[in-house]
């Protein structure tokens, strides 16, 4: 009796994980996190992971989740289990692009070489 409560509490708790996470995803992200600066000087860049990469028709998610090593970009591996902050330091290195310069070029980047989507502040940073 004891082993089937423990083994219904288990699953119980694992089903909540997974709900909680999964509801947390990035396919319901609506902003940029931005918690990591200390000051921001805009609001958060509003972003819908999935509408976005639908109507980009961006399906690898190295596209945007990108790992280098060495200076190259290392095209079948993908940094989506990461965050940004992760990798990218507030400041630059010699190396590194800084986290803000990095979601720019990232972003911003995209869009001016596909000439579609954002890229005055205003549009991404709403009031």
């Known amino acids: 009796m004891m082993r089937k409560s423990v083994m219904a509490l288990a699953i119980f708790i694992f089903a909540n994980v ?3 996470v999964s509801g947390y995803s990035q396919e319901d992200m609506q902003f940029i996190d931005n918690s990591v600066f200390d ?3 805009r609001t958060q860049a509003a972003f819908n992971h ?3 990469n639908e109507a980009a028709e961006i399906d690898e998610c190295s596209e945007c989740h990108h790992i280098y090593e060495d200076g190259k970009f290392m095209e079948d591996e993908s940094s989506e289990d990461q965050r940004c902050s ?3 330091e507030l400041i630059s290195n010699t190396n590194m692009p800084s ?3 990095a979601f720019h070029k990232n ?3 995209c869009h001016q070489g596909r000439n579609a989507g954002p890229i005055m502040c205003g549009e991404c940073h709403l009031k």
């Open 18 to 20: 997974f709900l909680f």
């Open 39 to 41: 000051r921001p000087q």
């Open 50 to 52: 999935d509408e976005h």
């Open 86 to 88: 992760d990798c990218h």
């Open 107 to 109: 972003c911003k980047g």
């Open 99 to 101: 986290l803000r310069k």
